[in-house]
C-alpha cells in the first residue's frame, strides 16, 4: 500500500513540474538568440532581427554603406552587415543570382541591366571631384578643358595655367560607376585616353596624391587634402555637398542600392527603414553626401 500511495505521490510531482516547466518556455522570449523554428529568418523588432545583410557593387559606397553598416548593427546586434565589391557594375549580377541582397551602384540602373527587375532605391546625391595633387598650380578648369584632357586634346599642364609638363591621366575601370558618371557628364565615353585604369577609389587617390602631374576623378566623400589631393573648381563652382544639393555643381551622380523586385526579407524593411531614420540620415549627411527622401519597403 505504502509503494502504492508513493508512486501516485512521485507521479503528481512529476506532472506539477513539467507543467511549471512548460509555462515557463511559452512565456520566455528570447531576446538575443532566436527559437529553432525563427532560425536562419530574421524578425522586424529590433530584439529578433537576425541574419547577415550583404551588399556590394561600387567601392565609392564603401565609407557611407561601412558607416552606416556599424550603426545598423548596434542597433540590431545579431544582424552582420557585409560590404564588398570592385564597382558599381557588379551589383546586378550579384542580386540577381542571391550572392548579395543589396547591390550599390554610383549611378542609375541601364537598360541591359533589366531595371524592372529590382526596386532602386536613391540614398543620396554625391559630386565627382575632378581631382590633382595638392600642389598642383591648377585651381579652376572648365567642362572644354576637362573634356581635353580627358580625351589627349590637352596635354600639357601649361596649356590650362599649370607648370610645363605632360599630364598623367588616370581613371577607373570599366565596371566603375564613377567612370560611367563622369565620362557620361563630359561626354568622353570611348573616348578617354587613360595612363592608368585602377580598380578602387582608393587607388586613384593614391595616385593622384603621388604624382604631382596626375589628374582623376573620385567621389566628392572622398576628397581630403590630408590625403595629398584637392578637386577643382569647375567653371568656377566648387566642388562642395552644399553645391550638389543647390545644382550649381554639376558633376554629381546618385548613390543607388537595389535589391530584387517585390522581396520580402525582413532585413532589407529594417535596413531602408534605418535609412531612412534621422540617425541614418545624420550619418549620410556626415559622409560629406546629400540626402535624399528614403523609399521603405511596404512589405
Not at 512529476?14 to 529568418?41: D, K, M, R, Y
Not at 576623378?217 to 550638389?244: M, P, R
Amino acid at each position: 500500500m505504502k509503494k502504492v500511495i508513493s508512486l501516485v505521490l512521485a507521479l503528481a510531482l512529476c506532472c506539477a513540474l513539467f507543467a511549471g516547466c512548460n509555462s515557463t518556455v511559452t512565456g520566455t522570449v528570447n531576446s538575443s538568440t532566436p527559437s529553432s523554428n525563427q532560425e536562419g529568418s530574421s524578425q522586424s523588432s529590433t530584439s529578433d532581427l537576425s541574419g547577415k545583410l550583404t551588399m556590394t557593387g561600387s567601392t565609392s559606397m564603401a565609407e557611407v554603406c561601412n558607416a552606416l553598416g556599424e550603426a545598423f548593427h548596434e542597433k540590431y546586434p545579431d544582424v552582420t552587415v557585409e560590404k564588398g565589391g570592385t564597382g558599381s557594375g557588379e551589383a546586378v549580377p550579384a542580386v540577381t543570382q542571391g550572392t548579395a541582397l543589396l547591390g550599390d551602384l554610383s549611378r542609375d540602373l541601364k537598360d541591359e541591366e533589366n531595371p524592372d527587375d529590382f526596386t532602386a532605391v536613391t540614398l543620396c546625391l554625391d559630386g565627382i571631384g575632378v581631382v590633382v595633387n595638392k600642389d598642383s598650380a591648377v585651381e579652376d578648369l572648365t567642362p572644354d578643358q576637362i573634356t581635353k584632357i580627358f580625351t589627349g586634346e590637352i596635354s600639357n599642364w601649361s596649356e590650362v595655367g599649370g607648370e610645363d609638363a605632360p599630364i598623367t591621366v588616370v581613371g577607373r575601370e570599366a565596371a566603375s560607376g564613377t567612370r560611367d558618371g563622369f565620362e557620361s557628364i563630359f561626354d568622353v565615353k570611348d573616348k578617354a585616353k587613360y595612363a592608368l585604369e585602377l580598380q578602387e577609389t582608393g587607388l586613384v587617390v593614391s595616385k593622384v596624391a603621388s604624382d604631382k602631374n596626375a589628374i582623376g576623378y573620385v567621389s566628392l566623400a572622398s576628397v581630403d587634402e590630408e590625403k595629398g589631393i584637392k578637386a577643382v573648381k569647375v567653371d568656377g563652382v566648387e566642388a562642395t555637398e552644399e553645391n550638389v544639393a543647390n545644382g550649381t555643381y554639376t558633376v554629381q551622380r546618385p548613390f543607388v542600392q537595389i535589391y530584387k523586385k517585390g522581396s520580402t526579407d525582413p532585413l532589407i524593411k529594417a535596413w531602408f527603414e534605418f535609412l531612412a531614420s534621422d540617425e541614418g540620415q545624420q550619418i549620410i549627411a556626415d559622409k560629406g553626401l546629400v540626402p535624399q527622401e528614403i523609399e521603405v519597403p511596404n512589405n
